[in-house]
Antibody, heavy 118, light 111 residues
Framework: EVHLVQSGAEVKLPGESLKISCKGSGYSFTSYWIGWVRQMPGKGLEWMGIIYPVDSDTKYSPSFQGQVTISADKSITTAYLQWNTLEASDTAIYYC???????????WGQGTLVTVSS | DVVMTQTPLSLSVTPGQPASISCKSG???????????LYWYLQKPGQSPQVLIYEVSSRFSGVPDRFSGSGSGTDFTLKISRVEAEDVGVYYC?????????FGQGTKVEI
């Protein structure tokens, strides 16, 4: 059974850095792309970017390019989403999902709530 | 970015009755490979999204056959033949052909 387990909720101050994780199990980690989706409080879904763990080929939404870094370590079947400088507007639930380079996300993590507040 | 427009944005349904959600894209979602990369996702209250329909009309594994998708080009529809209580949540269409991939605003379905 495919599982994507995300790291726990975070509370950070503006200006701090953060790296959240998404660990895949129950499938061949290198068979799927891993994407990240943002959901701001009470809002809809926004696609942020996607990475292919085999070679770390990464594609970003222009809205998030330069704002976050997506990476993956296939040796430990884990993908990451990283911020160097958090802002209050980064407060959201972040979901990872595995799927294809076509928008199809078959399996989703449970979400990581990131709260940025002074 | 390709704009995905869903209607209605909210829907109150009676169990056992049908429901329909429309999704229109700002550009054709037909790829040169012949496939149309339009998906429907459901986010139940307090849960992560889940895929219901891929490539317009194919049901994902385990999705009940009361869910069906149709459409082509820029106009798509998700239909629920007989709504059940477990179908409540927010339904999103999403296009996967033009980067960045974009979701519709979501349609909240309530019983």
């Amino acid at each position: 059974e495919v599982h994507l387990v995300q790291s726990g909720a975070e509370v950070k101050l503006p200006g701090e850095s953060l790296k959240i994780s998404c660990k895949g199990s129950g499938y061949s980690f290198t068979s799927y792309w891993i994407g990240w989706v943002r959901q701001m409080p009470g809002k809809g879904l926004e696609w942020m970017g996607i990475i292919y763990p085999v070679d770390s080929d990464t594609k970003y939404s222009p809205s998030f390019q330069g704002q976050v870094t997506i990476s993956a370590d296939k040796s430990i079947t884990t993908a990451y989403l990283q911020w160097n400088t958090l802002e209050a507007s980064d407060t959201a639930i972040y979901y990872c999902a595995c799927g294809y380079l076509s928008g199809r996300f078959d399996y989703w993590g449970q979400g990581t709530l990131v709260t940025v507040s002074s | 970015d390709v704009v995905m427009t869903q209607t209605p944005l909210s829907l109150s349904v009676t169990p056992g009755q049908p429901a329909s959600i429309s999704c229109k894209s700002g550009q054709s979602l037909l790829h040169s490979d012949g496939k149309t990369y339009l998906y429907w996702y459901l986010q139940k209250p307090g849960q992560s999204p889940q895929v219901l329909i891929y490539e317009v009309s194919s049901r994902f594994s385990g999705v009940p056959d009361r869910f069906s998708g149709s459409g082509s080009g820029t106009d798509f529809t998700l239909k629920i033949s007989r709504v059940e209580a477990e179908d409540v949540g927010v339904y999103y269409c999403m296009q996967g052909i033009h980067l960045p991939w974009t979701f519709g605003q979501g349609t909240k379905v309530e019983i």
